[in-house]
């Protein structure tokens, strides 16, 4: 209802604003705006409010005997992981998946309206958007959640994949860019979805977040922080913390990749040698983070994954040292990647650099090497000359 409030509310604006150039019905057309949506805005508040005073539509009647998983989580525990099942066993999040068919949506939308005006858009960028965005559909409903409920190398594959994995296409699908030759730029005063965003983008805010040191810190430090603070507690046993950890991990995954293999306006980067130079920090660290969970025989929350009552062959320490391995390891492929798009970037940015050099001495008929030479010749001028008086 909420989702169609908004459409409803955008057509009716649409329909409105394109009526109030009649100055005579102004007045009227605006009232009639405010009263529909008036209307509409109570029946969706009317109905929220009598779902929230309904019976839920599930059975009220306790669980008989329920298993350690189905106290902890309220789900039976599933079967046991195997590499198959990470993609077979899937629990469905509504609000991930409504926001990445949301988006996909509004990128395939962007990419017709460019290609309708005859713009160029590079396809392998809306390929490279839409894989972000089923990657995003995965990591948030497939068997990286399932697990990572239940067990804390599941856990470590659901953050590494929403930190490391997941935000390499969208950066590379340069969403910000796609916005701005996407849609058209408001000229009457009023802020759309395009002007809000660059808006964003723009904020002295956003650009501290976004800012290179400051995303390496926070890419490297959340990780510490979440597993050895205690706020990794409130992510197992709150939804809205689950929620607001897939938020920041995707948001510090997101802002480090763009500082260093990104397109997109809002970012100062720094020289590409520097840009290497943080990543090689940055995994440094990481590997050390993953090191230290490897070698810990210290429990990260016992209370959740001691007491989940899964008997699959190997104790929840073991599994949390094989949760170290997996931070360790599955980083490497990324990293490995981004260094070859670091250095593909310098490569293309040099050949850029030399064509424009190479263009400017064409228009100046090489004046500039003329000079040289000319300042060459003269200090060997100077030197033959003042070589006999030396004698």
């Not at 009639?32 to 008036?38: C, K």
């Not at 697990?147 to 953050?159: N, V």
């Not at 969208?170 to 701005?180: D, N, S, Y």
């Not at 090497?369 to 000319?374: C, G, P, S």
């Amino acid at each position: 209802a909420t989702i169609l409030l908004g459409l409803i509310g955008f057509w009716h604006r649409q329909f409105v604003i394109r009526r109030l150039g009649a100055a005579a019905s102004a007045t009227r057309e605006f009232w009639r705006l405010i009263v529909v949506e008036f209307v509409i805005f109570g029946a969706t508040m009317g109905l929220a409010v009598a779902l929230s005073r309904s019976q839920p539509p599930v059975s009220q009647e306790p669980v008989g005997d329920p298993t350690p998983a189905e106290i902890l989580t309220g789900e039976p525990l599933p079967p046991p992981p195997s590499f198959a099942r990470y993609f077979t066993e899937w629990s469905l999040d509504p609000l991930w998946v409504v926001i990445a068919v949301g988006l996909s949506v509004a990128y395939i939308v962007g990419f017709i309206n460019l290609r309708r005006r005859g713009d160029s858009w590079p396809i392998h960028r809306l390929i490279c958007w839409l894989l972000g965005m089923i990657f995003l559909v995965y990591v948030t409903s497939g068997g990286a959640r399932v697990y990572g409920e239940i067990q804390f190398s599941g856990h470590m594959i659901q953050h590494m994949l929403l930190i490391m994995v997941v935000p390499l296409p969208m950066v590379l699908g340069a969403p910000i860019t796609m916005l701005m030759r996407g849609t058209k730029a408001r000229t009457d005063g009023s802020r759309g979805v395009r002007e809000w965003v660059l808006w964003l983008v723009h904020t002295p805010y956003m650009r501290f977040f976004a800012n290179p040191i400051f995303a390496s810190v926070n890419f490297a430090g959340s990780l510490v922080v979440f597993y050895y603070s205690g706020v990794m507690k409130y992510a197992l046993e709150w939804h809205l913390g689950h929620e607001l950890m897939i938020i920041h991990f995707l948001g510090a995954g997101y802002l480090f990749a763009q500082a260093l293999i990104g397109i997109d306006p809002g970012v100062e980067r720094p020289a590409y040698p520097l840009r290497l130079l943080m990543l090689l920090i940055t995994m440094a660290f990481h590997a050390f983070f993953g090191i230290s969970i490897m070698s810990s025989e210290v429990l990260i929350e016992g209370d959740w994954f001691g007491n989940i009552g899964a008997d699959w062959g190997y104790s929840a320490i073991e599994d949390q040292q094989t949760g170290g391995g997996i931070a360790w390891g599955i980083g490497e492929f990324p990293t490995l990647f981004i260094a070859i798009m670091v250095a593909f970037q310098w490569s293309k940015s040099s050949d850029r650099e030399a064509k424009r050099l190479d263009r400017r001495e064409a228009r100046t008929d090489d004046a500039e090497l003329r000079a040289y030479n000319d300042m060459l010749a003269n200090m060997a001028q100077r030197d033959a000359n003042s070589s006999p008086r030396s004698r």
